[in-house]
Nanobody, 112 residues
């Protein structure tokens, strides 16, 4: 059974940093493209970043480019999202995704 468990969300001040993790199990993690999405209440879920199986290619939404970094550790079956220079508009629930499977999300709040 596919399981994706996000962690690392927190309350942080504007300009601060957080690193999110997504622990994957129930499938061969290294064989799948992985993504991060985010969603605010009442809004559609928004794609944030994606990474290829080896981690060699990454891509980002324009809103986070230059501030966020997606990475993966295939030995640990874990996906990461390093978030720097956080802004209040980054406040959302963040989800990792594989094909049609989603985690439960982790809340990131950026506020002074």
């Amino acid at each position: 059974q596919v399981q994706l468990v996000e962690s690392g969300g927190d309350l942080v001040q504007p300009g601060g940093s957080l690193r999110l993790s997504c622990a994957a199990s129930g499938f061969t993690f290294s064989s799948y493209f992985m993504s991060w999405y985010r969603q605010a209440p009442g809004k559609e879920r928004e794609w944030v970043a994606g990474i290829t199986t080896s981690g060699g290619v990454t891509n980002y939404a324009d809103s986070v480019k230059g501030r966020f970094t997606i990475s993966r550790d295939n030995d640990k079956n874990t996906l990461y999202l390093q978030m720097n220079s956080l802004k209040p508009e980054d406040t959302d629930v963040y989800y990792c995704k594989r094909l049609n499977s989603w985690g439960q999300g982790t809340q990131v709040t950026v506020s002074s």
